[in-house]
Each structure stands twice: as structure tokens, then as C-alpha cells.
């Protein structure tokens, strides 16, 4: 590519953060929990029920950072915290029924606005933005070195 195309890319993908970082805090913010705690939320509801360690591996965090995330969770009783009864450093989490609610509503607002999104994509151009964002994500997992993060978020499901 040449450079003022890079350039160019590097704009749009700046700006498309910092309006997706805007909603997403927004968005968040409307269901009453921090960003981190509704990227939590969702991939806890997801899966339904996550090891502490898969999750910060899904996160992208260290365990440490991701458990004061966790324990203030547990304190609003957004989470269960078990602890495997034969290795208590085995942690498993999952969805109290406030959480799985506020996890539903997330789903709900952002599903509803992405849906708003594609809408003004025309239709036989949609699934090429599904794959090139695909693509674009692997590119940048890839370069970034982390491509066993990849396989443990299945971006393509």
C-alpha cells in the first residue's frame, strides 16, 4: 500500500475507535457498570460459566488487574466467585441473576444499535464488512503476536 493510503486507513480506524469507545462507554454507562466490567459481563454471559484464568486471557488482562474487577462484581453481586472445592486456586465465574439482566440489556442496546448500523450498509455488502473485519482483526492479533488470544475469543463466532 502506499503511504498516504496507510495514512488514510490509520485515520479511519482512529476515528471509528474513538466513536465506538464513546458509544461503548455510553452504553455501558446507561446499564450502571464500567467498560471493563460490561466486556466482563458479556464474556462471562456468553460462555456461562468462565475460569478466572480463561477470562483474563479473553480480556487480554493479567489476573491481579482482572480480579479487582471481579471482587467489585461479586460485592454488587453482578457475579459468582466459586472456588473448585479440590484446588482453591481454580476460580470458576458466572452470571448472578442481576448480572445475567444487566448482561441481557447490553446485548439488547448494542445488538439494536449495530443493527441500526448495518441497516445503512447496503445488503449485498454486508457480509464483505463481516469478513474484512474478520480479516482485520486476525491482521492485527497477528502482527501484534498474541494469536493464541484469537483462538481463545473465537472472533469468528
Known sequence: M??????????????????LG???????????????QCHTLLEIGKKKELSLVDLSGMLGLDSSTLSRTIDTMVATKL??????????RYVTLSLTDKGQAICDRINQTFDQYYKT????????????VMES?????????DSEGVSCWMEVTNIDQ
Do not use: M, Y
Open 79 to 88: 457475579v459468582n466467585r466459586t472456588a473448585n472445592p479440590e484446588d482453591r
Open 22 to 36: 464513546w458509544q461503548a462507554k455510553h452504553d455501558a454507562d446507561c446499564c450502571g457498570v464500567t467498560i471493563a
Open 117 to 128: 448500523v448495518f441497516a445503512r450498509i447496503p445488503a449485498d455488502k454486508q457480509q464483505q
Open 133 to 141: 473485519f474478520s480479516l482485520l482483526t486476525r491482521a492485527v492479533i
Open 2 to 19: 502506499k503511504p498516504e493510503d496507510i495514512r488514510l486507513f490509520r485515520d479511519t480506524v482512529r476515528h471509528l475507535q474513538r466513536f
